[in-house]
């Protein structure tokens, strides 16, 4: 899973809290990608599974090699990851 954050976001700081609470204690982990200091794979790598960062937090989610976009532009809810990740 990423969570993709830029500087002055406002909504990023309780995305990232919720992302860590609705995986702790699972095997999924988390990445936080700053949006203005992407890796360039990680950028061709969105490309390539047609995921677009239209705004911040967004958090996508890889199963099987494949990437999806979560959500993106506001605060997830806890269950709504968990339910995404399958973590109970």
Known sequence: M????QEN????PAAK???EEAV??????FH???L????PDF???????????ASTPSIIIENNGKLRMLSSGEVPTI???RSAVEVN
């Open 2 to 5: 990423y969570l993709i954050t």
């Open 9 to 12: 976001c406002i909504n990023c």
């Open 24 to 29: 702790a204690g699972s095997e999924v982990s």
């Open 79 to 81: 269950e709504g990851v």
């Open 43 to 53: 950028e061709f790598l969105l490309l390539e599974n047609q995921v677009f960062i």
């Open 36 to 39: 203005n200091r992407m890796d």
């Open 17 to 19: 809290a919720v992302v």
């Open 32 to 34: 936080t990608v700053d």
